[in-house]
């Protein structure tokens, strides 16, 4: 592993993400050799690299060196609209005939399979048509699914919070992962080559547990109501017809939709949602301790 750190260069690619800049951290401290877009003189790693990425003639020549890219545009920690989502695995699919014409040896690709809205055909095909391009291309590549992450989840905090969950539908079971234990599994998995993975985190649990979770993080006795599915459904097409749907402003629809992946899974991770939403809770504090 040691001549494999000394000899290559590593390009991750994102929006200036926290999962960015957590991977470039980590990449430094493990001794590999990394870019990140602002050293390209492209964009400042704060924003926004995608007009860069939209348009191929853009990218000529700015791989030149790079024998492994992370790509983490498809990682978002907030909701994207369908429009945006599409449009990023566009970008990956310039980012990816750039990387085979420098001659690039591999690609990681990191997308985030749970997202707070029911997935649209339009980003269920672009996604899937990159997949194909990126396992048809010349190059070596891993495709790492993330089941969910804890960011998703910040909206039972907010709700425990407030004192009061509403849960609804059928009792599955989730395990979001924290944004390090991600960056640590790419790590990992710089000396893979054709792998398709589904990436889960350490502890699974039903969303009751992840709600009564919330409520210990903000130190209150648990609040729960249970709603039927079919009232989730019905509220979810009244909200559609008006135009105001929103997932995460509505506490009713807010969980995450659960995919079953027909892929390897592999827990990873050691951090806890638990010390997440403990940590959120402190960051909170600290914010109003300062305003005050």
Known sequence: MSQYQNKLTTLVVGNGSALTEIILKKLNANGFQSKSWEKLRISDAHKDVRPVLSLPQTLKGTLEGVHTIISTLSIHEEQRSLYDTVSDYKYNLNLLQEAQRAGVHKFIFLVLMNTSSKEKEEAEYSRKCFEESLKNANINYVILRVASIFQEWNT?????????????????QHNPIHLKDIAKACIDLLASNNLDITLEGPQKMTSKQMAQIAFKAHGKHSNLIFLPQFMSNFIHWICKQLGVFSHFNNPILFIPERHEQPYLKKEFGTTTLFSFYQDQVEKIKHSKNQRN
């Open 156 to 172: 039972l905090l907010n709700m425990a919070h407030r004192g009061k969950i509403i849960i609804v539908g059928n009792e599955d």
